[in-house]
């Protein structure tokens, strides 16, 4: 038995790899976790963790909810609050986001998901720090919430870990071993680890990690930024005011720390070329600059629903990168040139909350080879092949317009004519 | 009333860093640079003084640096600055050298007060606003964390070791900025658009007529951290034994 | 070569950090010379003579240490006495004062040195950049030299048994600039140093149940360390601790020279604020607690127990 041996060997200690490698360890499978820095310290370090249950699918919607049971298991588990419940609010200002909210009462109430139009002076009362004269429609879901994911992670670590999970940071892969088209391990400046089976959950970095077995994965590191205000007595935020989305204005938020954390989708935004960047970067000491573009547009943005945030608010700024795919949905599952490689990527903003659910799905289909969730969505075979997917830059421009069209189109029934995808 | 603002343009301290071949210098490929934290401090203060006592204030935004330093002027700029001045430099530099250039601004462009970091946080040496004051003859008020306008001068409330100390300085003054004079504003959508039609000049050390003399010659450079190794002790008075030894505490 | 050691004093006594700059002095030359300036300082010229002669400047215009005053009359003693290096130990005083006064005599000068050797007779002083994570080694072109140490780079010498002599020294007081007043000092009254300033920081975590507590605990060993305090996120939630202590991704970056983490367990946002501290202590009751990997020094233990045990160590009880 030679010691860096294990039945997987897991590329990435984030929420996605982490979750993935405890439901392995649950069914009693040996897993070793790579990580290139320090556990959680990509993405997952970086998200905000709100959760909007209600999705385009009931069965994505289904995912989301599951997730849920999932996490309230684990906090029994790991003694820690991972969810807060909060309950969330949409709200809309044109017709078009008006109508928009309607069809999505609709659609919830379809498949039993809680939710109900609401008025905007009970609005008014729940979120007093926020603009509502303009407001002319709402509604609220009152199951939804946020995941803290420095909790989710740390959850997942520790549960893994009392099931057996081997962790390794500082510890970045730098080759895959095959065995002609078989996966065999993996190459590290920390020796070789040896399993039959990888999983690519490096996040940003998993096209580069899939270049290294000449595989083309369509993500693009896209950047992203939210700011959080320092607690204002003017403007009190309590800790369980409801999650916020503000698709007109491209906005979405929660309740932080006493203050207010707005984050954006903008139509533009910033991209990341991991090759070029050094090779101990360190998404967790991101900053960005004081005339930041996209942090401008952010502020400008929050300033139209919370009139009160402005450039010299006291805030905290958050910025780090994101791994979208051309349809915002992930990577899930083996692609047809190698056996034993399995792909785990491309969140496109959602990974915390997805977790819980793609780690069952990702364990189910390494073991089993089928999932007992519908996961024709988010198959990682896709766009194999496709043209159209395979070179970097139109890899990166269809994702950084599907990252724009985020917030920018519509969802529900008015979609169907309008939606733009790629 | 004029004010200057030297900004200097330094790496993210928070990004590891590397050092290049010769361990000369760090390794600057692929590092983020940005503006000296303390200097956008005493940039918000400049524009503090303008929005409050001073509307008249022209803020001057100079920066010794290589041409890529017109980055972090534009991001004083995009706070507020009206126009910045970029004395083109490749070379390392000491403070002595840095106060001898911003000097020679100074005397170009007359202002009545000179706002600056304490220090900028690549070197750390907090020497260059003392320094110019000294070859300018002015007053200086280090380690500001409050600043006000009296009909003389400036009173100004100093961080010191010992607690606040209030001291008043006469006009013209060299004013360094400490942590807790100010939060800095990010830079509004409007004023990112207005600021690149904003003027930044150019010029040279020695068009300014100031030929480098070295006071500080860097022999090398050495990185400290190192992957950490957690040593387990057992009891309390271990640990304090073991911290003793690393001299992080005293006694 | 001829050494001025620049004696800090708050006015009634002198700082015991001055020792480091002795310390330094004395390791590299023979010829050394304490430096005192300021009004009524006849006990502490007794009290600096226990470790070098002493030369002093007590002038009522000197009452209050304003820089440009102070800076002209260094600058000028050091000038009439022929002195080749002046050393200070580096505090807030000595960057604003000795800093201007080293510009008056050419600025060939290296603040906050940490440790020196001569090499052909070329001294090569290092010194701290990039908050820590960097040591820098270089020279000085030109004389005078002048050298700030920190103090905990360099020991104090013995106080020898029979004080050397002290020499009072006029100086040109009405020349000196009059543009700079004191007003008022505001003394600290117990306020501790802000954490992102700190040396050394002091940080307490979910496992401090009540502010009592945690003031009791965390305070009393910061203040016992003159430290910071500092906190994890988990406190500021449950409403424990204010906003400004939370060290990490949404609260402050510090980088000190001691960090201590008490029952953090060391989620990646705390980290993000802390983890480039030059040494790093952590107490935790789960010895796997992801915190030990970041540290340089581990305890499992309960905070409750030995917490206590600490600040009656550090007292010497």
Known sequence: MIENSSDVVVIGGGVAGLSTAMQLARRGVSVTVLEREQIGNGSTGRAAGLLGQLRGTAEHTRMLMDGVKIVQELEEQAGTEIYVQTGSVRVAETAEREKEIADLVEMGRSIDFDIAPMATDELAKRMPYMRTDDVAAACWCPTDGHLQPAELAAAYHKVGRDHGVRYETSCPVTGVLLDGSKARGVETPRGEFYAPILVNAAGPWSHLVAGLTGTTLPTAALGHVYLTTQPDPDHPVDRLSPGFRNRHHRIYGRAENGGLLVGIYAEECAEYDMETLPPDFDMSAMKARRDDFHLAMLIHAAQQRFPWINERTPMHVTTGIMTFSPDGLPFCGQLPDHEGLFYCSGFSGHGIVQSPVIGVIMSELILGNRSTYDIASIEADRYWGVPGFQERDEIEQRCHKMQGSYYGRLEGKSADSKTDTA | MKILVPCKRVPDPDQKLRLNAEATDVDSTALTYILNPFDAIAVEEALCIRETTHPDAEIIAVSVAPAEGEDDLRTALAMGADRALLVEHDAQLDSWNVARLLAAVVEREQPALVIMGKQAVDDDANQTGQFLAVQLGWSQATFASQVEFTETGLRVHRETDLGIEIIHVSLPAVVTADLRLNEPRYASLPSILKAKKKPTEYTTAEELGVKPEPRVRLLSMELVHSQRNCEMVTSARELILKLRETEVIKG | ?317
């Open chain 3, 1 to 317: 070569m001829k050494t001025l050691v620049l004696m800090e004093h708050d006015g009634s006594a002198l700082r015991s950090g001055n020792g480091a700059a002795i310390g330094f002095a004395r390791e590299l030359s023979d010829d050394v010379c304490g430096f005192l300036l300021g009004e009524d300082l006849d006990a502490m010229n007794c009290e600096a003579a226990k470790f070098a002669p002493v030369i002093t400047v007590d002038d009522p215009a000197l009452a209050d240490p304003v820089a440009d005053r102070w800076a002209q009359v260094i600058a000028e003693v050091a000038r009439a006495r022929g002195a080749e290096r002046i050393v200070a130990t580096s505090t807030t005083w000595a960057k604003d004062i000795v800093t201007r006064a080293a510009g008056l005599l050419g600025g060939a000068m290296a603040s906050d040195v940490i440790g020196h050797e001569v090499i052909d007779g070329e001294l090569r002083l290092r010194r701290p950049m990039f908050a820590g994570a960097v040591h820098a080694t270089l020279t000085l072109e030109g004389l005078p030299q002048i050298i700030t140490v920190c103090a905990s780079a360099y020991e104090a010498p013995e106080p020898a048994a029979t004080p050397f002599a002290i020499e009072p020294v006029a100086a040109n007081v009405t020349e000196l600039p009059g543009s700079t007043q004191l007003e008022e000092v505001e003394g600290k009254v117990g306020a501790r140093p802000d954490v992102t300033e700190a040396r050394i920081v002091v940080s307490g975590g979910r496992a401090f149940n009540t502010s009592q507590d945690f003031e009791q605990l965390v305070g009393g060993l910061a203040d016992t360390l003159d430290a910071a305090t500092g906190s994890s996120r988990a406190l500021v939630d449950a409403g424990i601790v204010p906003n400004s202590l939370q060290v990490g991704q949404t609260g402050k970056v510090v980088a000190p020279e001691l960090y201590l983490a008490l029952g953090i367990s060391g989620a990646v946002q705390h980290l993000a604020g802390m983890k480039n501290s030059r040494v790093i202590a952590a107490i935790n009751q789960d010895p796997d607690a992801p915190i030990f990997e970041f540290s340089d020094f581990g305890l499992a233990g309960d905070v409750y127990e030995e917490v206590p045990r600490l600040i009656a160590e550090l007292n010497g009880s």
